[in-house]
């Protein structure tokens, strides 16, 4: 009888933590659904400034702490990237002096793709300050085919939903702030379709609303960038606790949001990892 008995309880238990682990995943499935069926425009994306500057890459003045794949693999969806040309004809990447650290880009543009091919729903959006020709850069993505996954948009039309783009295998969305030539079809030039805040703060009290590149605020797309520089202008990761603490960032995209009435798509930010700008992400995109 002991036995018996014994041989019950284990059952429950297995049942119960079935039943628990079910809920976990449709939980999550349910919210990936929700995402995928939002149009392009009507989503938010956690976008990291500089995106390259990493700490773990070994660059000396870094604006993030991990590599570009592993801010994927923590929920970051868009990148912003400075782009130079190399002597030997392969664009580099790095933050004003290539002497603080540089990677070819076609290394980072290999992480990108790993991540999408090992992630086939997710879409991710790239602005790359192309500071180099766009013959050096436009090298660099098609060397990898990256350009056959790209999603290109006609001002005016109707953006679609990221369910359409992952149908599609149209997941990469990628911008260029200079509108050099000759330029492919899919770098989009970036102040035609965003329109973004400015980005040079010193603390909290001076963050604003104020319009900085892409004119009136009447583009489909809004950028908020977010994040602190030192006394000389440099990234600082002991400012992102301030910068990146939950009642600042979501005070900071409301008022944005509503003093330019536009729905806020890109949250640019720096280090991160550091603070609330992930959750407040979450919580425009999955608010009801």
Not at 55 to 70: L, Y
Request: net charge negative; charged share 20%.
């Amino acid at each position: 009888m002991a036995i018996e008995n014994t041989h019950k309880f284990n059952l429950i238990i297995l049942l119960l933590l079935f039943v628990i682990t079910s809920c976990k995943k449709e939980t999550a499935v349910d919210q990936s659904s929700l995402l995928l069926s939002k149009p392009y425009d009507k989503v938010c994306f956690l976008m990291t400034h500089n995106a390259m500057n990493s700490s773990e890459k070994g660059f000396t003045i870094p604006n993030q702490t991990h590599s570009v794949t592993n801010q994927l693999k923590n929920g970051v969806r868009g990148l912003m990237l400075d782009t130079y040309d190399g002597t030997n004809g392969v664009a580099l990447t790095y933050h004003t002096l290539a002497l603080l650290g540089s990677q070819k880009l076609v290394d980072v543009l290999t992480e990108v793709k790993d991540f999408m091919l090992s992630n086939p729903t997710e879409i991710i959006t790239i602005i790359f300050q192309n500071d180099g020709s766009n013959v050096q850069l436009e090298k660099a993505i098609d060397s990898i085919s990256l350009n056959a996954m790209t999603f290109i948009h006609n001002n005016g039309d109707a953006w679609p939903t990221l369910q359409t783009m992952v149908d599609n295998n149209q997941r990469l969305v990628l911008f260029v702030e200079n509108n050099k030539t000759p330029r492919a079809s899919y770098l989009m030039h970036a102040w035609s379709t965003i329109f973004d805040t400015k980005y040079t703060y010193k603390n909290v009290n001076e963050f604003d609303s104020d319009i900085n590149r892409g004119g009136s605020g009447s583009k489909e797309l809004y950028l908020v960038n977010h994040w602190l520089q030192n006394g000389i202008g440099l990234p600082d990761k002991t400012l992102a606790p301030q910068a990146n603490k939950r009642s600042v960032i979501s005070k900071r995209v409301q008022d944005c949001s509503a003093d330019n009435s536009h729905f806020i798509n890109y949250l640019g930010v720096d280090f991160y990892e550091i603070g609330d700008a992930k959750a407040v992400v979450d919580s425009i995109n999955f608010s009801k």
